[in-house]
């Protein structure tokens, strides 16, 4: 068992904070593999999986190499993600919300690649040079992602009345998860200065034009969901770790 | 004198030339070739959901990461073969229905669970090395566009085959439990992994006629003695034992004599009694129905675009003239 709650340092949670979303998100989309409505788009959807794992990877690495700087203790990638608790986790709630219906995946994923997108963009800039690093690799990837998510949007939301309708359904399910991705923490503000308010506004801008190409509303401010940037969760991310952690828990330092 | 067309194919074939899909063929050989190649596409499709069981349980995310793109193989797999299967005149949807109503087969082998991590290697190393044996062959198969996913099919193939082994070796060097997961895991895979070569050779139907086509090259028998011969001695580097009393090694023969392979099971399996036939249908069918409602957006969107962009080159030419 090992723990980063109390961990203060502003770029090792935020290294964290990343890697976790990367993760979750992941770890979610890795469950349609095999049940997806096409070949083709099961084959994409896993394809994003694998880019979010890998995405993990690189910021668990880095954020190891950090807190053995900091402190010594020596942690790898796996101990990140297999041996913390769901406090330890500074993931975004909507990531860890249940698939739902296609149409809720494709409203998750656009809303986080649409973020990770210019997210990336900024840190791609960064003056942090490991950082930059991932960034700019992963910032390809999300090329991609953010490609694919709109494109589905844009598909469901002016496809059929069924489709249109289940859209709407997943933006009311969801929407009050959204804004957390850009109500920065204080780690955040930190690291990433003045560029989070072009963060939050290509942010913003980007869903709305891909909504009203859509033809779908973006609805009127209301009660917005957080905790998760702090390590308040849902129930969900209870299961996601019990689920992921089994062979670890089980077998404690074993090498698989 | 002339010759049939049915001569002819069967000179072509005779000569090693390659059949494609405008040429002449008997109605058999296409059916035969239907049957054959959309079975096998299914079991690509079928066979990522004993896998897919374990993506969110791996052990470890560089794990994880091979697991993912290994099932991710099995579907990009799926679809040369669906495509290959398209050539001969049949439509992919028309192929699902036959898996979905039971009418299509595929590999018996996925209607075993996946009861522990080391089911992951197990099946990279024994359920691939076996299906390897069987494919490399049809890298020669007489029809073109089934010959050539093959090829592609293979290399993946024989990655996975390596990745199976090498993940088993950790387990075979690692804690007792490992040790006791790994040789739990191959006692499970092996006889279910003979039987993936089909019935012997007196009892198969379809080997005389696909030989003589060359659709098969080698038959069920031969092929599954290659298998035994590579795993018994590849089985010593893992330390572990294969689950066979008889297994041992005949020097007049040269090749590894094994035990008799229960057959009962293999049919009552083939009939849909396996521990899993329900599951992992039911499993696909589900995608399938769930995922009509995304199947009609995708079309009807593509239908209006479609339409908006006659529209405008309309307005255009209009414009024009």
Redesign the interface.
């Known amino acids: 068992m090992i723990t980063t709650k109390d961990i203060d340092n502003p770029l090792i949670k935020f290294v964290l904070h990343l890697g976790d979303n990367a993760?979750i998100m992941g770890?979610r989309n890795?469950?349609w593999?095999?049940?997806?409505?096409?070949?083709?788009?099961?084959?994409a959807l896993?394809?994003i999986?694998?880019d979010q794992?890998?995405q993990?990877?690189n910021f668990?690495q880095y954020a190891a190499e950090l807190i053995s700087e900091t402190n010594g203790e020596q942690l790898t990638?796996?101990s990140l993600?297999?041996l913390r608790d769901s406090w330890d986790f500074k993931n975004c709630l909507l990531a860890e919300l249940p698939n739902g219906?296609?149409a809720q995946t494709i409203l998750k994923q656009f809303i986080v690649s649409a973020y990770q997108y210019h997210l990336y963009q900024a840190l791609a800039n960064n003056q942090n040079e490991q950082l930059a690093a991932i960034a700019s690799k992963s910032l390809k990837e999300l090329n991609y992602h953010l490609r694919w998510s709109s494109d589905w949007v844009?598909?469901?939301g002016?496809?059929?009345t069924?489709?249109k309708k289940?859209m709407e359904d997943a933006i009311a399910i969801l929407w009050s998860y959204t804004n957390e991705w850009i109500d920065f923490a204080d780690y955040e503000m930190i690291i990433l200065g003045d560029s989070h308010h072009s963060i939050q506004q290509d942010w913003k801008a980007k869903i709305k034009s891909v909504f009203d190409e859509a033809g779908l509303m973006i609805p009127v401010d209301g009660w917005m969901q957080k905790g998760g940037k702090v390590g308040n969760h849902t129930e969900h991310l209870g299961y996601?770790l019990t689920?992921?952690q089994?062979?670890?828990r089980a077998?404690p330092n074993?090498?698989? | 004198m002339e010759t049939s067309l049915e001569e002819q194919f069967q000179q072509k074939i005779d000569q090693e030339h390659k059949i494609e899909p405008k040429d002449w063929m008997p109605d058999k050989y296409r059916q035969t070739l239907i049957r054959q190649i959309s079975q096998h596409a299914h079991s690509e499709v079928v066979g990522m959901l004993p896998e897919g069981n374990w993506i969110t349980r791996a052990p470890s995310l560089r794990r994880k990461a091979i697991l993912l793109a290994k099932i991710q193989d099995e579907a990009g797999h799926g679809l040369y073969l669906y495509s290959a299967a398209e050539t001969l005149g049949i439509s992919r949807d028309e192929m699902y229905h036959q898996l979905h109503s039971g009418k299509a087969k595929y590999s018996s082998i996925f209607n075993y669970p996946t009861l522990t991590w080391a089911d992951m290697g197990a099946i990279g190393w024994l359920v691939d090395g076996a299906a390897i044996m069987n494919q490399v062959p049809l890298c020669r198969t007489s029809f073109g566009p089934y010959a050539r996913a093959m090829v592609r099919v293979c290399k993946e193939e024989s990655f996975h085959q390596r990745q199976g082994f090498e993940s088993l070796w950790v387990l075979s060097k690692g804690t007792d439990e490992q040790k006791r997961m790994c040789q739990d895991a191959i006692d499970r895979w092996w006889w279910p992994c003979l039987m993936m070569f089909g019935p012997p050779d007196d009892e198969s139907t379809n080997t005389i006629q696909s030989m003589q086509w060359k659709i098969k090259r080698f038959s069920n028998d031969a092929l599954r003695q290659k298998f035994v011969d590579m795993i018994a001695e590849q089985i010593k580097i893992l330390g572990m034992k294969l689950p066979d009393p008889d297994l041992k090694w005949n020097e007049e023969k040269k090749h590894y004599d094994y035990g008799k392979i229960n057959w009962d099971e293999f049919w009552q399996v083939l009939k849909g009694n396996g521990p899993c036939n329900k599951e992992r249908l039911d499993a696909r069918r589900k995608a399938w129905d769930e995922g009509a409602w995304v199947r009609e957006a995708a079309s009807a969107y593509a239908e209006k675009k479609h339409t908006n962009q006659l529209n405008n080159s309309n307005k255009v030419y209009e414009n024009v003239h």
């Open positions: 993760l770890h890795s469950e593999c095999g049940h997806g409505p096409i070949l083709e788009q099961d084959i896993t394809n999986a694998l794992v890998g993990a990877r668990y990638e796996d993600a297999y219906d296609w844009l598909r469901l002016d496809g059929t069924e489709s289940r996601i689920d992921m089994f062979l670890q077998y074993a090498e698989w």
